[in-house]
């Protein structure tokens, strides 16, 4: 795709422009921690409600299962490959996220048992010792582990010499030492697996307020009944996590499906990289567990002072208790959907952007139901990377293919981690008579299209939906993206020869209006900084505006860095990992880089380009990172109504001057908060967009109510929201 004016040949760098040394980059691995970090402070935050802060621990929980599962298990395996951009060997590397990852938990851990814990019982929501219970309580406790827990229990013997049992990665164990008799020297172990399908949380009857018990204290508690003749010398949670950093050459797979089926369960049998112990442990057990799973103890042994897998205490985060939670929030309907018919007449009306989650997603779920049951629709093609467990985007599908419609479905079966699910989707669209294609060999797909045709009174048209995020109703709420519906000729042939590109041998030179990776979107990119440096004077400088989850690309980095060096003024806002130095005298001083971390995720992916006041937007499913670009296929499309680019502008403005979630990179790499100045205004991005949807909705309702309709019997009712 080219943009709307020409563009000038690349420029080169100057002999007198300093290049960029492994000093100027920021190591990927420990820039991710930063941002681990800011989700921390956001559970360190007073500032948020007591539950708000339980599930921001949950999720840096969650986040470090996956670091170490995919980043550190990779580092590990490839321990001696050669330094990054940054400099950094992998030894140097894994000592320092060592390092970093043990002061994290141990803030994280004290702040939950120090502050959390104790303030939520002054709130009446109380972790109860199972010791302490007493009558109708106690009774309840122990009947939930007899008839229910107990029978599910499996405790495993550990033979002295024999082989060490296989321990799953990321299950909570108990380990338990036993004697036989007061006699016997010999000392036993045993471990007992905590059983999938039971909540984490016992929450005990109680007339008023939240009283439960971790299950793996119920267990500890009534641990004689496993071990009936032995006595108990010592009882302790572990949890191993493994290397899942499993390749797949689907180049070589014959059958890619039975080939991912292979790599998940050989994800089960990964290497150890972490070991997490809680901190009462005996120095025997700890070299016991450690020699068993080869640990190093001073890189992966964690040793904790608090529960483990504090992703456990999600449900706990989740309670309904108002008081304790930030104000509830729900996406608000979508005027232009709202006023129409149908979806189909709303989005021939005119392009339709819609901003998750201030916005509601159901418009999109309206549109796939309506294609699958109008007769005028003849064919539905979608790309599918991430769904939601019980996915209504998956069922559109199944019915649209049922009722004998042309559905082809692109389900990327290497999503890391959603793989399973994705399998068994693709396994029910064929089944329903769908087109499924599992990927593209040598790529992932990450792109978000879904492409409806229609045959009407006029001729066949496109429908289109463009997303910066997932066909996943349930991160939809969680997420902050942005979608385009539209029927726009020139992008509806870029997304039929997209399709036909991915299902069939067509390959596409000449894409109209979209930028597709990895067919030219690097190249196109490096374009539009071109562009901007050439059109940069003194007096009116060059304006490049990013927002993205992640830049780690070292090409896109030099580039943005000889923008900087050319007068351009460059505003990153990048949520996770970014490896450029902002704001380093004669390489990055006209780089400002900011990162908002609130209570929904910052997702979508929006390039600006200043182009001397013809400004030009692109939203996009790509950030800058070698991934992205190289080996995945990903798409970039432009805002061409203007009304809906001043919006997005607005937007990044809006988000650009957060003084309350907004973190501020310094040249030296670490991160500070932005704050305002004592008696100024402190805006807070997320809580304007949110105003702003209410308020719109509100006056798109009033406006409805102010007009009469008359409902005959062909017309048909506007989109339920």
Known sequence: MSPRNARPQPQRSSPQEPQPRP??????????????????????????????????????????????????????????????????????????????????????????????????????????????????????????????????????????????????????????????????????????????????????????????????????????????????????????????????????????????????????????????????????????????????????????????????????????????????????????????????????????????????????????????????????????????????????????????????????????????????????????????????????????LLLIVRREADGIRRYLHLSTGNYNEVTARRYEDLQLFTCDGELGTDASNFFNAVTGYSEPRDWRRLMVAPTGLREQLGELIDREIARSTPEAPGRIILKMNSLADPDMVARLYRASQRGVKITLCVRGICCLRPGVRGLSQNIEVLSVVDRFLEHSRIYYFGNAGQEEVYLASADFMPRNLDRRLELAFPLRSEQHRARVVEMLRTLLADLRRAWRLKPDGSWERCAAKPGEPAPRAQATFMEQALNQAEESRVKRLSVFRPQGPGSAPGVNH
């Open 23 to 448: 000093a100027d980059f920021i190591n990927r691995e420990l820039s991710w921690l930063d941002f681990n970090t800011r989700v921390l402070e956001e559970g360190l935050n007073p500032d948020n409600p007591l539950l708000e802060r339980l599930n921001f621990l949950s999720i840096v929980s969650s986040n470090l299962d996956e670091f170490f599962m995919v980043r550190v298990g990779g580092l590990r395996q490839g321990a001696s490959s050669a330094p990054d951009a940054s400099g950094m060997g992998s030894r140097e590397l894994l000592a320092e996220i060592a390092r970093r990852t043990q002061s994290m938990i141990a803030r994280q851990t004290r702040c939950l048992t120090g502050e959390l814990l104790p303030q939520l019982a002054q709130r009446e929501v109380s972790r109860i010792d199972p010791a302490s219970l007493g009558g109708e309580e106690f009774a309840a406790a122990e009947r939930f582990f007899r008839e229910e827990l107990f029978p599910a229990l499996t405790p495993v013997a550990v033979e002295s010499e024999g082989r060490f049992p296989m321990v799953p990665g990321l299950t909570l164990h108990l380990a338990f030492r036993l004697r036989k008799s007061e006699q016997s020297k010999d000392q036993l172990l045993a471990l007992v697996p905590m059983p999938r399908g039971f909540h984490r949380l016992f929450q005990i009857p109680t007339p008023g307020g939240v009283r439960f018990v971790l299950v793996e204290d119920l267990v500890r508690f009534f641990a004689q009944s496993l071990f009936e003749g032995y006595a108990v010398l010592e009882a302790v949670s572990f949890r191993v996590t493994r290397n899942a950093d499993q390749a797949l050459d689907d180049e070589e797979s014959d059958d890619l499906l039975e080939a991912m089926e292979e790599v998940l369960r050989a994800r089960k049998l990964g290497d150890p990289v972490r070991l997490e112990v809680e901190s009462r442990a005996s120095p025997e057990l700890l070299e016991r567990l450690c020699q068993a799973f080869g640990i190093d103890a001073q890189e992966q042994l964690y040793k904790i002072d608090g529960p483990l897998d504090l992703r456990g205490l999600a449900p706990l985060a989740s309670l309904e208790l108002k008081s304790l939670r930030f104000p509830r929030f729900e996406s608000q309907p979508v005027p232009a959907f709202e006023d129409a018919s149908s979806p189909f007449e709303a989005i021939r009306a005119g392009d339709v952007l819609v901003h998750l989650p201030y916005e509601s997603f159901n418009p999109t779920l309206e549109l796939l139901r309506a294609a699958a049951e109008d007769p005028g629709v003849v064919a539905i093609k979608q790309t599918l990377y991430r769904t939601s467990p019980d996915s209504r985007v998956i069922a559109a599908l199944e019915r649209a293919a049922l009722n004998g419609k042309q559905v082809t479905a692109l389900v990327e079966l290497k999503a890391r981690f959603d793989e399973a699910r994705n399998i068994s989707w693709a396994s029910r669209l064929a089944e329903a008579g769908a087109q499924v294609i599992y990927g593209v060999v040598g790529l992932k797909t990450h792109a978000k």
